[in-house]
């Protein structure tokens, strides 16, 4: 890297971290403007390039205005912007989508493009009603919401002990949420960022390019193929299809791809010759292992019975395919990412049994892996619960047995479990409260709790599956919108960092 360009790293890393944000959102809106305009919507190519342009100068003015002052280095600051990024950012991207969907009302496309960027993908318009620019547009602002995931768990929530990181962390919490050391923070902030950006960029780009290729090679249409493929390792779950990904070849390219949802460790510690030995290791991989194949063995044995009492067992053509199905759909909502697939239904349509949706609840509650795009309650704190409970029946046989798994296995079990519980009882309370706020808003029990557990977990794709009859999120009033939208904001930060800009101890900090 030259000197010049390192220069402009470090202006760029100077500005505030929302300022950077719009400058991204106004560059990123050049690629839909040239999709449309190759595919002669003109109108749409100049909402898109318009309001680039228009934002790329005034987040230009923004920035010269930052110039002279210091941005704050405290773990205050750096909540709050996260913050404000969530709140404010969707308001900038929603300025094309306006221009580009015809009869639309703002605040449609601001919980439209919010949805995107906290990769909940709840689909507000009709596939057919957007044209393909839009729909890559959609894909896109996904895909750096995911990316921005990755960067802010590590640069950002992996200091403060915070998403999913103080199960495991060495501090010793005793019921109170750590505080950064002096030492830990005394790192320049700007340099962190700029360190976690270099080093994830190139894997996630990287594996984001290789299924595109891998996509396209199995039929799909190139447009298509990068909007599933930024769809996929963001866990958005966005599609510009109504039904379906294209077949069993690309739902399994997906389905390799969603590996990366489930633990950190599969992006951040290397190619090596120990890395099927670290995987195989991996608390949360074994987790998410042993709930798949235990899931998927049940749900298709229930089928299986369904269909020994209509006499379908002949048939192993559609056997498999139901198999498949389930197997697919079980891993696509345990990441979060919400990809139903196209053999879904024909399990229903080989036993004459609907497919329950309420194991896909529990599914996204488990959630994905920590510092992944996933959301949920993370597999990490499922663990800790999991283990201490393990151990307290085990001590109910023998009192005075002395338990191993050394250092790390202890503090999970202990520490680890209390905040664990600890976020879990948040949890539940924030879902608590949004379900009484959507019923005050006009929705039934079962929405509410759907269309609450969708935005909690970022997974809006819940509620075409998940209830008796699905849920069109168009139609629902304003304030249930602004209920929404809250709860994906507060679920992709989670509720541990609401509490933390919360709590005055962490602000004199």
Not at 54 to 66: D, F, N, P, R, T
Not at 271 to 287: A, C, K, W
Not at 490 to 495: A, C, D, K, N, S
Request: charged share 15%.
């Amino acid at each position: 890297m030259t000197a010049r360009a390192r220069s402009r790293g470090r202006v760029a890393l100077r500005l505030p971290l929302l300022v950077m944000l719009v400058c991204i959102a106004a560059v990123a809106m050049m690629v839909p403007a040239a999709v449309a305009s190759l595919g002669d919507y003109d109108r749409e190519a100049r909402a898109f390039f318009y309001t680039s342009l228009l934002v790329l100068v005034v987040a230009g003015l923004a920035a010269i205005a930052a110039q002279g002052t210091r941005p704050a280095r405290t773990a205050a600051a750096q909540l709050i912007g996260l913050f404000a990024a969530y709140l404010l950012l969707p308001a900038v991207l929603a300025l094309p989508v306006v221009e580009a969907v015809r009869d639309t009302r703002f605040l449609n496309a601001y919980f439209d493009m919010l949805s995107c960027l906290t990769t909940t993908g709840a689909e507000i318009y009709e596939v057919d009603r957007l044209i393909p620019a839009v729909h890559l547009w959609r894909g896109l602002v996904g895909w750096l919401g995911g990316f921005m995931i990755w960067v802010t768990a590590m640069a950002v929530l992996a200091p403060l002990n915070l998403g999913g990181y103080e199960v495991s962390s060495e501090a010793r919490l005793h019921g109170e949420i750590m505080l950064p050391s002096g030492e830990t923070w005394a790192t320049d902030q700007r340099q962190r960022l700029a360190r976690t950006i270099s080093r994830l960029a190139p894997i996630y780009i990287g594996l984001t390019m290789v299924l595109w290729v891998l996509l396209v090679m199995s039929g799909q249409g190139p447009l298509i193929s990068a909007i599933h493929a930024m769809s996929t390792l963001s866990t958005s779950g966005i599609s510009p299809l109504q039904d379906g990904h294209g077949g069993v070849l690309p739902e399994a390219l997906i389905a390799l791809f969603l590996f990366f949802a489930l633990s950190r460790r599969t992006f951040t510690s290397g190619v090596g010759h120990e890395f099927l030995t670290r995987i195989q290791r991996d608390r949360e991989v074994r987790l998410a292992a042993f709930a798949i194949v235990v899931l998927t063995a049940l749900m298709f044995l229930r089928h299986w019975v369904g269909a020994l009492e209509i006499d379908e067992l002949g048939n192993p053509v559609a056997a498999l395919s139901a198999l498949w199905g389930t197997f697919f759909t079980v891993l696509s909502f345990l990441t979060t990412t919400g990809f139903v697939s196209e053999h879904w239904e024909a399990a229903r349509a080989w036993s004459g049994l609907p497919t329950p949706g309420m194991p896909l609840i529990g599914l996204c509650l488990m959630g994905g892996g920590v510092a992944t795009t996933a959301g949920g309650i993370k597999l990490m704190r499922v663990y800790a619960l999991y283990k201490h409970g393990a151990r307290e029946i085990g001590k109910l046989v023998h009192p005075n047995s002395v338990a191993s798994a050394g250092r790390l296995g202890r503090r999970i079990r202990r520490e680890g479990a209390y905040i664990a519980w600890i976020f879990f009882m948040l949890f539940t309370i924030a879902l608590a409260v949004m379900m009484a706020l959507l019923a005050l808003a006009g929705l039934d029990f079962e929405a509410s709790m759907v269309l609450a557990i969708s935005a909690l977990t970022t997974t809006g794709q819940l509620a075409d599956v998940a209830a008796e009859v699905p849920i069109d999120y168009a139609i629902m009033s304003d304030p249930a919108k602004v209920i929404l939208a809250a709860g994906m904001i507060i679920g992709r930060l989670e509720t541990l960092v609401v509490i933390a800009l919360l709590n005055p101890a962490f602000w004199r900090g």
